[in-house]
């Protein structure tokens, strides 16, 4: 098939798809409600109050934005401005009231006077001023909301110059997503002219509010729709594993936080354009080629085959909410298939399908789907995907009114909801990328080091596309000479000594040199390991351990592993490894079948072992 029939196919089966969903999701206009009183939450506004239940005080799903507003400033039109944006959009002023019954509904509160704070940061250093915004804007980020009080939307004001002030607001996710900031900036730049105009408001008037959305949404998706779209992702989904074995830099706690860290990126103009050349080629979409490359570079990180990645959709089909702040935005699991080391055209073809088959499907909540096929849920790690993966083609730009320059400020987020999440913007310099972490999880040098593979590997599908992904080199010039380096271990070593006269050997040079650690804090210098295997050697030897007689090992991963080891050489014996985490039955399997005539274990693992004839246990 020629690429020109493959991105047909493609198109006439995005279109299929579309044109279903259209059918079924527009046979029901989305009404406004005719009755006041308490509303149910969306499905993303339910999962969102859950989790704010399950960890009172957090600030994982505030959103925070830092707006510059350049030239001329009237701070009363201004705040005018943010007062009619409350009064217009009902989900900005909504308290979430819990039912007692393991839920919440929405409570809409009448508009009242916009507060906005003021501080003067005029009196600081103009070199301090930059540093002081940025402190500020992570604080005020950083502090939680009371969803069941209100509001969710907090903006404060600081003044760096005559001409030049700060906005800092700070939303929760409960009511806004990323299309949502894109509107609020709009619509602050346009009140804010009318307002210093001395104008009404120059924006239409909403056909719907949220609630009426969410009221809509709980209608519509039910019954034959629901059961369909339930259909479709159990289907894709079936056998997904429940985790994603990411080669971390320390052991996935039981309940993990959000400490998040993030590193910035950059994908140069020209390597961007060979991207968008190559998706051209193949009849792939730019996100579609960036998506492929990531699940490729998941795939050798990981060495699985079966890699899910989530990926934002704005969600937005329907004309009615077009315009309307809140949180629309929902989550699809991109589920690729990697099995028999696919070429990279190939690997895009296989993430085409999977895309426009789940944009086909964005309708389900991924709350609702979570809810749905019920996966074994765990505190230490997201269900269904762990990884992240977002190509944004709109973000948030700048607005020109009434003499006064609105341009967003980055702010960097502190929080990270998933093990690793990369998202890329197109700019003038190339793709832009932001990665953040979960700092329980990696080390800042890991993540870079990633970041560096991720670079390497588009670099070498866009040169070769006809790869396989196994031949995709990964490593930077750098790492290659430093592999070379590290390799390089021959060493003139006197003739006739074992591991353990070596160490002697060492310990004798440096006695106070920290010779092995462990990941539970442990640490002995080469004095203590030398003396503690000795000691240990010389009880072995009064049992009877020497040449041709086995020891077995039971020991969990520590320095005592190493003292054992050495001891059973320095005996003149051989070790059998018996792993603590086998069965009982496996583990007296094999001291039988071994012919054990010793066992060196902990007193902790005592129980994992039962008596055996001519067996000793040491402790």
């Not at 020629?2 to 059918?23: D, H, M, N, S, W």
């Not at 990696?442 to 866009?462: G, Q, Y």
């Not at 320095?570 to 094999?590: I, N, Q, S, T």
């Not at 902990?602 to 040491?618: K, Q, S």
Request: net charge neutral.
């Amino acid at each position: 098939m020629t690429i020109v029939a493959v991105a047909e196919k493609r198109r006439l089966l995005l279109e299929k798809l579309l044109r279903k969903q259209g059918v079924e999701g527009m046979e029901q206009s989305i009404q406004r409600r005719t009755t006041e009183g308490p509303v149910p939450l969306s499905f993303a506004q339910e999962r969102l109050w859950f989790l704010d239940q399950l960890d009172p005080g957090s600030a994982a799903y505030n959103l925070g934005a830092a707006v510059r507003l350049g030239g001329r400033f009237e701070i009363p039109a201004f705040a005018a401005a943010l007062a009619a944006i409350v009064r217009r959009h009902e989900v900005l002023r909504t308290a979430y009231a819990p039912t007692g019954a393991g839920s919440a509904v929405q409570r809409i509160m009448p508009p009242s006077p916009f507060a906005l704070p003021v501080i003067d940061l005029t009196a600081l250093p103009s070199a301090w001023r930059e540093t002081a915004t940025l402190a500020l804007a992570r604080a005020e980020a950083g502090r939680p909301f009371a969803l069941d009080r209100g509001p969710v939307l907090r903006v404060a004001l600081l003044r760096l110059a005559a001409e030049e002030h700060v906005a800092l607001l700070t939303f929760h996710h409960i009511a806004v997503d990323g299309w949502s900031l894109e509107i609020f900036m709009g619509e602050l730049s346009a009140l804010y002219g009318a307002a210093l105009a001395g104008r009404p408001s120059p924006l239409p008037p909403l056909p719907i509010q949220y609630a009426d959305f969410a009221l809509w949404q709980r209608s519509w998706l039910s019954g034959r729709v629901l059961a369909e779209q339930v259909e479709h992702w159990r289907r894709t989904l079936a056998g997904l594993r429940e985790l994603l074995e990411l080669p971390t830099d320390r052991p996935r706690p039981a309940i993990q936080s959000v400490r998040g860290g993030h590193h910035s990126t950059t994908l140069p103009q020209p390597l961007a354009a060979s991207l968008q050349d190559l998706g051209r080629r193949h009849g792939a979409t730019l996100f579609m080629v960036l998506a492929a490359g990531w699940t490729a570079l998941l795939q050798r990180w990981t060495g699985s085959d079966d890699i899910a990645v989530g990926t934002p959709v704005a969600n937005r089909g329907r004309p009615e909410v077009e315009a309307l702040i809140g949180f629309f935005a929902n989550t699809l699991v991109l589920r690729v298939d990697l099995a028999a080391d696919p070429t990279f055209a190939g690997l895009m073809a296989r993430v085409g399908e999977v895309s426009l088959s789940a944009f086909g499907h964005q309708d389900m909540p991924f709350e609702k789907l979570v809810e749905e096929l019920a996966p074994r849920r765990s505190l230490g790690h997201s269900p269904l995907f762990q990884v992240f993966f977002a190509l944004q083609n709109t973000p948030v730009g700048a607005f020109e009114s009434g003499g006064l320059r609105l341009s967003p400020v980055a702010v960097d987020g502190s929080a990270a909801k998933f093990d690793l999440s990369l998202s890329l913007v197109p700019g003038a310099l190339g793709l832009i990328g932001r990665l953040e972490y979960c700092r329980d999880l990696f080390d800042a040098a890991t993540v870079e080091r990633l970041l560096s593979h991720f670079h390497s590997l588009l670099v070498a599908a866009s040169v070769r596309p006809d790869a396989r992904l196994s031949d995709l080199p990964l490593l930077s010039a750098v790492e290659r000479h430093q592999l070379i380096e590290w390799n390089r271990t021959a060493a003139e070593l006197p003739p006739g000594l074992c591991v353990h006269d070596l160490v002697a050997c060492q310990a004798a040079r440096t006695p106070d040199a920290i010779a092995v650690e462990d990941l539970a804090g442990g640490r002995l210098a080469y004095r203590e390991l030398e003396a503690r295997a000795e000691g240990l050697a010389r009880r072995l030897s009064g049992l009877g351990v020497g040449p041709e007689v086995l020891v077995g090992v039971a020991v969990e991963r520590s320095v005592e592993m190493l003292v054992s080891l050495l001891a059973v050489l320095k005996a003149g014996g051989g070790y059998v490894p018996l792993d603590p985490e086998f069965p009982a039955e496996r583990l007296a399997y094999m001291v039988a079948d071994s012919g054990l005539r010793v066992l060196l274990t902990e007193e902790r693992l005592l129980a994992r072992f039962a008596p055996e004839p001519g067996v000793t246990l040491v402790v």
